[in-house]
């Protein structure tokens, strides 16, 4: 008898890469903010680009590809706290990783809207930095 099929962890820790992170990359429309984010650090972590150009506020995207740096490991997402108000909401993140060997942290409140018919769609729009 074959062995079932394991699918991966999806780099956000929110279960399996298909059922959480995987159906956004894949084209789905994140129902939250806070399902963006995750997705957008889950892109981080896989070098997708293109989705992170995609949901990127047309405001504040910036016009460069984005693109991976060789030397940056990502680590963990930890999800501090969200709020949502109507079309717009805030999510708290602090995501480890490492770089040149050295571990940091990124501590950010990044700010969301949501636009578009039929429910629209969230982008990400900025963060600021609570440690500085």
Known sequence: MAKPVQQPDCPCGGGKYAECCGRYHAGAAAPTAL???????SAYVLGQGEYLQATWHPSTRPS????AEPDL?????EIRGHQADGDSATVEFVARYKVGGRAHRLHELSRFVREGSDGGRWFYVDGSFPEK
């Open 35 to 41: 399902a963006l984010m995750r997705s957008r650090y």
């Open 64 to 67: 460069e590809a984005i693109t």
């Open 73 to 77: 490991k990502w680590l963990g997402l």
